[in-house]
Antibody
Framework: EVQLVETGGGLVQPGKSLKLTCATSGFTFSTAWMHWVRQSPEKRLEWIARIKDKSNNYATDYVESVKGRFTISRDDSKSSVYLQMNSLKEEDTATYYC????????????WGQGVMVTVSS | DIQMTQSPSLLSASVGDRVTLSCKAS??????LTWYQQKLGEAPKLLIY???SLQTGIPSRFSGSGSGTDYTLTISNLQPEDVATYFCQKYYSGWTFGGGTKLELK
């Protein structure tokens, strides 16, 4: 059974940092392309980052609003993907989902349960 | 940037109805369109990809159609378990979601 479990969320002050972890199991993580997607309190979904696999040099891509502040990374030995979030802003408040890109396209076929991040003073 | 607009934002229908949800892109996205279903308190679930391909395990009452800028998700014979918010997403030139259509029962 495929599982994605996000941890590391919480309440943080503006300007501070937080690191999210997504631990996965049930599939060959090393060849999967992984993403982070967030959902605002207003329920709007926003794709924020992607990391490819080793054969694609672990290439990363980000939405413009988080470039330079967020970093996606992975550890294939731990079947985990991470999201380092720096210089957090109140507008980063959201539920953050870890997702797996399908092997046959550009869609997201498995999602974690989500982790809440609240940025507030 | 290509914008995705869904309509209506709220749809009320009865069990057994055929319902149609719309998703419009601000320019052609060449069928690079996915539909997700999100039930209350859950993560989104992949329903339809490439505009009209049914994801494995999804009931056949769900179908997708469209091309260019205009896409449709149709649910035939609406069931109580279909109450959810439905999001479209394009992946041509990056991933962008629509604002969602909340489907409720009359």
């Amino acid at each position: 059974e495929v599982q994605l479990v996000e941890t590391g969320g919480g309440l943080v002050q503006p300007g501070k940092s937080l690191k999210l972890t997504c631990a996965t199991s049930g599939f060959t993580f090393s060849t999967a392309w992984m993403h982070w997607v967030r959902q605002s309190p207003e329920k709007r979904l926003e794709w924020i980052a992607r990391i490819k696999d080793k054969s694609n040099n672990y290439a990363t891509d980000y939405v413009e609003s988080v470039k330079g502040r967020f970093t996606i990374s992975r550890d294939d030995s731990k079947s985990s993907v991470y999201l380092q979030m720096n210089s957090l802003k109140e507008e980063d408040t959201a539920t953050y989902y870890c997702t797996r890109q399908t092997y046959y396209g550009y869609n997201f076929d498995y999602w974690g349960q989500g982790v809440m991040v609240t940025v507030s003073s | 940037d290509i914008q995705m607009t869904q309509s209506p934002s709220l749809l009320s229908a009865s069990v057994g109805d055929r319902v149609t949800l719309s998703c419009k892109a601000s320019q052609s996205i060449y069928n690079s369109l996915t539909w997700y279903q999100q039930k209350l308190g859950e993560a989104p679930k992949l329903l339809i990809y490439d505009a009209n391909s049914l994801q494995t395990g999804i009931p056949s009452r769900f179908s997708g159609s469209g091309s260019g800028t205009d896409y449709t998700l149709t649910i035939s014979n609406l069931q109580p378990e279909d109450v959810a918010t439905y999001f479209c997403q394009k992946y041509y030139s990056g991933w962008t979601f629509g604002g969602g259509t909340k489907l409720e029962l009359k």
